[in-house]
């Protein structure tokens, strides 16, 4: 069989594929990478940097691409095939990468470099890559005995299934669920382009009336806007109780496996918990700084979030005569207040955001930012007629990255938003070999009368995950696993982050911020309005992201042994951050993807740590202009093209000359009044 993913390719070639090819192109690419591997072994050479580790790290270089081109599309363009496929090369993966961690042999040549280390005169980037493999080996099982080896075989490729099997879950509940509405009263609140894609969505389905769906383009609007409070709760639950029926869906044992196999691995390798083993790995270093840094945050915000929540209370009693304000209360009325507080609503700022428009922005920030420009080109393969292709260039025309940009929700396209790539950047026999990265989001689909119209917090996801792109796209390195946004998780956000910053600025909203049907420019008091309740409930925004950091937290950095019953569990690691009443149908940790199937374990966390980093890195910026060429030139010499070559706080201190300060953070939530 003529198999596409074995002939050497740059550009993923998807019209090639089919789901037949994968399986065979894994089993022999993992051959292939194992010959690679036992290259290095038997090397008769004496170990060195150059015969030992760089040669490690391009050893399977092939096994990447096919391994990147299948998983992203089991995330962005699934159905049950990929799945089943996941579920059988995923142990096979896990088991290749035990052979490479677990290999004697290998340990030993990187053990002899290692050694020697300080008589060789490495750069920094190979001092961190010998550290990096050093550690990498001993942290996943190098120096175990032959059995403590087999067992840790055995807890990965059982991890690897479970993971996959939660995400499988989390999607068949999102899809399997459908509110059919027959009467337009109910739904009464909701804006007529709302209105219009749910009665599209059941016409494309044969049905009649409107369908909402726990799709966040459907679900988000709905529980803003809908009057009718039994159909809130009703979605509300539904979005609530994924995984957490008791049903084949239910992922309730799949989370207590999977934190007794962490925990079970971390004992393993001699740490004390999951946490303890992942944070050593971090910026934060152990899971006490983590709970110190989310105590110290939740001590700041909490007092604003009760003061909030007994104003949102007063004001939907006041309202709607409601004594007990429940969750699915919360945007209702919370886009009530602002409307009435602020005189803005999202239905307002939507028509200056056109998705269109605002791609357009982000790429015009970058420009000014970094140099860069974006050519839509259609020469490129895709994996759905719906994705977008560009090239990146500099302002010296030379070629940066391929961008690919898929923005819609699909049946076989996972919820969220997120940054991938499809080949990292790296330097080999002197050249420097440019990156394909993927931003996919799930943002509302145009309609019949209507194009995409963004609401603001879909604006700030899309430079959010614009953000991460750049990382991988400007990334500048030799080595392809320190390239990019191959960084200590608690640093990767940062990136992303601040550039949701320019999304308040006026001077960036003018270069995108026109209204879709007259052209006119956002007016300047509706950006004085979106800065101004940029602050609005931001206490309990904080303590609701902080609830979730603790959440993780309990999971894996305790013996999860004596753990029965995972909402129970859930409901006292909430005690801390609770506002609203407990509702029993529902459960979060049952479909929190983040940390049972994505990288989050016990790194939850990282987005506020990393928001302490974009706050004071900005506060920077803005000190010397949000479009500063000095300090964006900065910027990107020593955070978004280095990577994960040295550590990240010098990294950060080489681009603003200081440690952050949390205070920036506080000032910018207003959760404590500016310094004068």
Not at 45 to 66: C, K
Not at 72 to 95: D, F, G, M, R, Y
Not at 173 to 183: A, F, G, I, R, V
Not at 657 to 665: F, Q
Request: aromatic content about 12%; hydrophobic content about 35%.
């Amino acid at each position: 069989m003529n198999n596409p993913l074995l002939e050497p390719f740059d550009q993923a070639p998807f019209s090639k594929i089919k789901n037949e090819h994968f399986k065979p192109a894994f089993l022999q690419a993992i051959d292939d990478a194992k010959k690679e591997i036992d290259d290095i072994v038997e090397n008769p050479d004496a170990p060195t940097f150059q015969n030992t580790l760089e040669a490690l790290d391009f050893a399977g270089q092939q096994l990447d691409r096919i391994s990147s081109v299948f998983f992203n599309l089991n995330s962005a363009e699934t159905n049950e095939e990929i799945q089943k496929i996941a579920q059988e090369v995923s142990p096979l993966l896990s088991e290749f990468s035990n052979d490479i961690t677990l290999n004697q042999g290998l340990f030993e040549r990187i053990k002899a470099v290692y050694d020697q280390k300080d008589t060789l005169k490495l750069t920094a980037e190979q001092e961190t890559l010998l550290e990096k493999k050093y550690k990498s080996f001993s942290r996943n099982g190098a120096n175990l005995n032959d059995s403590d080896k087999k067992r840790l075989r055995e807890i990965d490729a059982e991890l690897s299934k479970l993971k996959l099997k939660f995400g499988e879950n989390v999607l068949a509940e999102t899809n399997k669920y459908e509110m059919h509405l027959t009467h337009e009263e109910d739904l009464k609140g909701l804006p007529e382009g709302e209105k219009e894609a749910a009665a599209q969505l059941a016409e494309s389905k044969g049905k009649d009336g409107w369908l909402i769906t726990l799709d966040y383009p459907s679900y988000i609007p709905f529980m803003k806007y809908a009057e009718n409070r039994e159909l809130r709760k009703e979605l509300s639950i539904a979005f609530g109780g994924k995984g957490f029926h008791g049903d084949e869906l239910d992922n309730q044992e799949n989370i207590l496996k999977i934190v007794s196999l962490r925990h079970e691995r971390a004992n393993l390798l001699g740490y004390a918990t999951h946490a303890h083993f992942v944070l050593e790995e971090r910026m934060a270093e152990t899971p006490e700084k983590v709970m110190d840094f989310l105590n110290e945050l939740l001590e700041k915000a909490k007092p604003a979030a009760e003061r909030e929540f007994g104003e949102l209370e007063a004001f939907a009693k006041e309202l709607d005569q409601i004594d007990r304000l429940e969750k699915w209360d919360s945007a209702f009325y919370s886009e009530k207040l602002k409307q009435k507080l602020f005189n803005l609503d999202d239905e307002k700022l939507k028509p200056y955001f056109k998705l269109e428009n605002v791609i357009n922005g982000v790429f015009k920030v970058a420009e000014k930012l970094f140099g860069l420009t974006f050519k839509e080109v259609q020469t490129v393969e895709k994996y759905h007629p719906e994705v977008k292709t560009f090239e990146v260039y500099d302002d010296k025309n030379n070629f940066i990255s391929l961008f690919y940009a898929d923005f819609h929700p699909r049946p076989g396209k996972r919820g969220g938003a997120w940054m991938t790539s499809f080949k990292s950047q790296y330097t080999l026999n002197g050249k420097n070999n440019r990156p394909h990265i993927s931003n996919v989001c799930n943002f509302t689909k145009p309609t019949k009368s209507k194009p995409s119209l963004l609401t603001f917090n879909e604006v700030t996801t899309l430079f959010h995950e614009f953000g991460h792109g750049l990382h991988g796209m400007l990334a500048n390195t030799t080595y392809p696993s320190l390239s990019g946004t191959s960084v200590y998780w608690d640093f990767v956000e940062l990136p992303s982050q601040i550039m949701e910053n320019w999304c308040y600025e006026k001077e960036a909203l003018e270069l995108f911020a026109f209204h879709y049907e007259t052209g006119e420019l956002i007016p300047m008091e509706l950006v004085e309005k979106i800065k101004e309740s940029a602050t609005f409930q931001e206490g309990m925004a904080t303590v609701r992201q902080l609830s979730f950091g603790f959440l993780d937290m309990a999971w894996h950095s305790n013996d999860p042994a004596n753990i029965k019953d995972v909402k129970a569990y859930e409901a006292k690691a909430f005690e801390g951050t609770d506002l609203f009443p407990d509702t029993p149908q529902t459960c979060m940790s049952t479909s929190f993807s983040h940390i049972f199937q994505g990288g989050y374990s016990s790194g939850y966390y990282s987005y506020k740590w990393a928001e302490v980093l974009d706050a004071d890195a900005f506060a920077y910026f803005k000190e010397n202009g949000i479009f500063n060429k000095t300090v964006a030139d900065k910027f990107k010499e020593n955070v978004l093209s280095k990577g994960g070559t040295e550590n990240p706080m010098e990294l950060y201190k080489r681009f603003k000359g200081a440690e952050p300060n949390i205070d920036a953070l506080l000032e910018r939530a207003g959760l404590i009044k500016k310094a004068s």
